[in-house]
């Protein structure tokens, strides 16, 4: 439905990866090697599905991950689908790149809310952020590391998103016909005032920062660890990092005082060719070893892959496109559906499965195909 609504140059920014989005596929790939060992002739009432994360309980094992840009998708965008995770008793995390303010994206959730950040527009601007999320109750701050620049994600100049987002007139005129092919989105797209200013940057004495701006700015702007030291001195809540596939780098994490990861390629759209996160999840598992927690995201389009990745030790997943899609076919209320499909998944999985609840899940319940996992595990 997303497809449909939406003309090619957004839908193909939601869906694509970069480069050959060979780990885009693989992330999906992942979870088909991995096959369930149920337990039959188990009566189970209710499954129980709650999970705490950071102390949040969540009604279901998955959050919402942070997309940028939502605004385009749907004129509801982060808004709409912050509601939508509060509604259904789970998490949001909100994206830097939002065409929201922070503060009405908090207001418009009943459930937790984390703020992801980018140091878009330099440590001023962070800064600023920063002081905005505490104020209006973020309760946990979502540092990238994986973007040190935007992965070439080869769609977006084909479909000449650079153009239709700030180019001449003249420029913009090979990709308007399809512009025009998707009138509904056109229409919510021009009554909500076109392509939104980012409210969440406001660059000390320039103001909110141009969508345009985002590519360039981002690489002037990489995070290192050495910036999570005056991070902590601003935010005094969780610091959870997001976008390592590694072992190492987790133990790093542990070191730099982070409450919990999320083993994570960017949904394949940063560096192409990376392990599936699947794949990566069980060593960074064995690496921090019960220190902090561990969430996962990449490649979860069913409930099912939710329970794999519980099975092999994440505590909670992040669903990124799952939800997207929702929001670009039917803003709040597709994020709703899409959620409630996958929420249904995980129950009849859980149950199928003969397992009473999400937290006694574990590696008892799966078999994987090559072994590849287990030996990823041996390397830590
Ligand atoms: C359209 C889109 C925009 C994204 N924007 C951000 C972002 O601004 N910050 C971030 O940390 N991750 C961003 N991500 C990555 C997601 O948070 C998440 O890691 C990824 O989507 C998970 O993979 P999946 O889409 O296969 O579920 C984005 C992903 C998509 C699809």
Redesign the pocket.
């Known amino acids: 439905m997303a497809q449909h609504r939406l003309p090619k140059a957004v839908f193909d920014?939601?869906d694509g990866g970069a480069e050959a989005e060979i780990t885009?596929n693989e992330?999906?790939r992942a979870f088909r090697e991995v096959t369930f060992r149920p337990r039959g002739a188990v009566a189970i009432g209710d499954c129980d599905l709650k999970t705490r994360v950071l102390g949040h309980e969540l009604s279901f094992p998955a959050m919402l991950?942070?997309?940028?840009?939502s605004r385009l998708m749907h004129p509801g965008g982060e808004v709409a689908a912050a509601r939508a995770a509060g509604e259904a008793g789970t998490g949001y995390?909100l994206?830097?790149?939002s065409g929201y303010r922070l503060e009405d994206v908090k207001a418009a959730s009943q459930g937790p809310v984390w703020y992801?950040l980018?140091l878009l527009g330099g440590r001023g601007a962070a800064e600023g952020a920063l002081d905005r999320a505490q104020r209006a109750g973020f309760s946990a701050l979502?540092i990238?590391v994986d973007?040190a620049v935007s992965g070439m994600r080869e769609r977006d100049p084909r479909n000449g998103m650079k153009e239709l987002l700030g180019g001449s007139l003249f420029a913009k005129i090979p990709y308007v016909p399809n512009i025009l092919a998707h009138p509904g989105w056109l229409i919510s797209f021009l009554l909500d005032g076109g392509v939104p200013k980012l409210q969440n940057i406001v660059v000390p004495g320039k103001g909110p920062m141009d969508l345009l701006d985002v590519g360039t700015a981002l690489s002037q702007s990489t995070v290192t660890w050495a910036d999570l030291k005056w991070i902590r001195e601003m935010w005094s809540g969780p610091i959870v990092v997001?976008?390592l596939l590694t072992g190492e780098d987790a133990k790093r994490a542990v070191d730099e005082g982070a409450v919990a990861v999320?083993v994570?390629n960017?949904?394949?759209?940063q560096l192409d060719s990376v392990s599936p996160t699947l794949r990566a999840l069980p060593e960074v598992v064995a690496a921090v070893n019960g220190q902090i927690e561990v969430l996962m995201?990449?490649?979860?389009?069913r409930g099912s892959d939710i329970v794999k990745a519980i099975c092999l030790g994440a505590r909670a997943i992040?669903?990124?496109?799952?939800y997207?899609y929702g929001l670009g076919a039917a803003g709040q209320a597709g994020v709703s559906r899409a959620i409630e499909i996958l929420r249904s998944d995980v129950e009849r999985t859980a149950r199928l499965l003969g397992c009473p609840s999400i937290a006694a899940l574990n590696r008892s319940y799966i078999e994987e195909v090559d072994g590849t996992i287990d030996k990823r595990q041996e390397v830590v």
């Open positions: 920014y939601l885009l992330n999906c991950a942070p997309v940028g840009y995390i994206s830097t790149i992801q980018y979502v990238t973007t997001k976008g999320v994570s960017h949904g394949g759209r995201d990449g490649g979860i389009r992040l669903l990124g496109r799952a997207a």
